[in-house]
């Protein structure tokens, strides 16, 4: 069983340690370190940023260690709860651990000249090759990739995730769940890192507010709309708490429609009527994978080798920059600002992203609009100075010292179809 509050405080000294270890090999392998700079250099010269490179990339490398650390999280929930059957990491018992062991002798007696940052990108490797499971480990989407530990920091995570209770020699953290309940997972992100937190705004948003906002959204616009043509999308999504509450929803009217068809079908049209975006890559794995297991639980999957391929509609980029205006032709300004169409900020999102952005996914998935919008935007002030002018720039109602959450109302409201913009249709259930 998760004790969620004895892992936060280890993962979170863990978080730490991987930090100052990324940032010193950064400092002394300019190889390492230059991938990153190249990065900052074309966010700078976009004005995407005007922070200092350091700071910047600060920033990343407490991304890059919370990937990490939560590779690792998604691992162990996967071997300790049955959905792999070779394990890597530890596995939820003795015989488990020793079988992990069994693979981490055999991996170094095949490359004895590797470390165990080699071991641990193998692990990922192999968990990213199960259907369903691709986007989660791949090069385009994972921060984690973007810079390595040296392979002593690299040994000392692969120990800690097993360390054994001398009594039983069990794990000490066990993620075994008969439930597969994943909300734990934004729980822990929330806090894991203070400096993510302060960035992003990191905050909960309880199951009981969820499913309230969820009967004034997601309830009107079925039956206005209909149950299988309704989109619905979350542009500040987080870890993905509206998205599992839409797809439940969406799921149990498909499988009461069509009882007698295939479940996975009718979860992956669920999946294929939820969508969501956010900056934080991290947060945007977990809410894919909470999906993932979602999917795989209300279709009786229980290995991963068994699994259909599900796809979602999540991914990582700024819903107030990416994707175009459904009103810039309503003319607004904002004093010396004219017309939303300006070639260079609005048809092209400034024609930059970060490699962790999913370009194609964001033109695919902000380039439409919805039946329901519906998030809990971040209510802090943008501390980075061109970002801010970027927003202001994009944004009328971006004034003085403004919050997030004024530019992702006004951007709420775009995304949304008005009662003319689409025939309404009728629930044919």
Same mark, same amino acid.
């Given at each position: 069983?998760?004790d ?10 863990e ?16 190889t390492?370190?230059?991938?990153l ?36 999280v ?6 300790? $709860?049955? +959905? ?6 530890a ?6 651990? #020793? ?20 071991? +641990?990108t193998?692990?990922? #490797? ?9 986007e ?15 392979? @002593? ?10 360390? #054994? ?6 794990? =000490?953290? @066990?993620?075994?769940?008969?439930e ?5 997972l934004?729980?822990l992100?929330?806090d ?6 302060k960035?992003?705004a990191?905050l ?15 309830t009107?616009? =079925?039956?206005?709309?209909g ?7 979350d542009?500040t ?7 599992l ?12 429609s ?21 900056? $934080?890559p ?9 999906? +993932? +297991? ?17 796809? $979602?509609?999540?991914?990582?980029? @700024? ?9 810039e032709?309503e003319?607004?300004?904002t ?18 992203h ?10 695919? =998935? ?7 919008v ?19 720039a ?36």
């Amino acid at each position: 069983m998760i004790d969620s509050k004895k892992l936060l405080a280890d993962l979170q000294k863990e978080v730490l340690k991987l930090q100052h270890d990324l940032r010193s090999r950064c400092d002394a392998e300019p190889t390492v370190d230059a991938p990153l700079k190249a990065q900052y250099e074309a966010a700078r010269a976009r004005s995407r940023t005007a922070l200092t490179y350091k700071a910047w990339r600060e920033d990343e490398l407490t991304n890059v260690a919370v990937a990490w650390v939560l590779g690792c999280v998604f691992v162990r929930f996967l071997e300790d $709860n049955g +959905l792999v059957e070779t394990l890597h990491l530890a596995g939820p018992d003795a015989p488990g651990l #020793a079988r992990a062991r069994d693979q981490h002798e055999a991996f170094f007696r095949q490359s004895p000249g590797l470390t165990e940052r080699e071991y +641990l990108t193998h692990v990922f #490797a192999q968990t990213g090759a199960f259907l369903g499971m691709t986007e989660f480990f791949d090069r385009r989407h994972n921060p984690l990739w973007s810079v390595g530990p040296t392979g @002593d920091a690299a040994a000392a995570l692969l120990n800690f995730w097993r360390r #054994a209770d001398p009594s039983s020699g069990r794990p =000490i953290h @066990d993620f075994s769940d008969a439930e597969w309940n994943t909300r734990f997972l934004g729980d822990l992100y929330q806090d894991l890192s203070e400096a993510a937190r302060k960035r992003y705004a990191l905050l909960q948003t309880p199951e009981f507010i969820e499913q309230f906002i969820l009967d004034r959204t997601l309830t009107p616009a =079925i039956a206005t709309f209909g149950f299988r043509v309704v989109r619905m999308i979350d542009p500040t999504c987080g870890s993905g708490h509206f998205l599992l509450g839409r797809f439940h929803r969406l799921f149990n009217l498909w499988r009461d429609s069509q009882p007698d068809e295939v479940p996975a079908v009718l979860a992956q049209r669920a999946l294929d009527q939820v969508f969501g975006v956010d900056l $934080n890559p991290n947060v945007v794995a977990i809410a894919r994978f909470r999906l +993932l +297991l979602a999917a795989l639980r209300v279709t009786g999957t229980r290995r991963l080798r068994n699994a259909f391929d599900f796809k $979602n509609n999540v991914a990582t980029g @700024d819903s107030l920059l990416h994707g175009r205006r459904f009103r810039e032709h309503e003319g607004h300004t904002t004093g010396p600002q004219t017309m939303f169409d300006t070639e260079d900020v609005f048809r092209d999102e400034l024609k930059h992203h970060f490699d962790v952005e999913d370009v194609e996914a964001l033109h695919r =998935i902000l380039g439409q609009q919805y039946h329901a919008v519906v998030g809990n935007p971040p209510y802090i002030t943008v501390k980075d100075r061109a970002l801010s002018e970027l927003y202001r720039a994009r944004y009328p109602s971006c004034r003085g010292k403004y919050s997030l959450s004024v530019p992702f109302m006004e951007r709420f409201f775009d995304l949304a179809l008005r009662g003319n913009d689409e025939f309404r249709m009728t629930n044919d259930e």
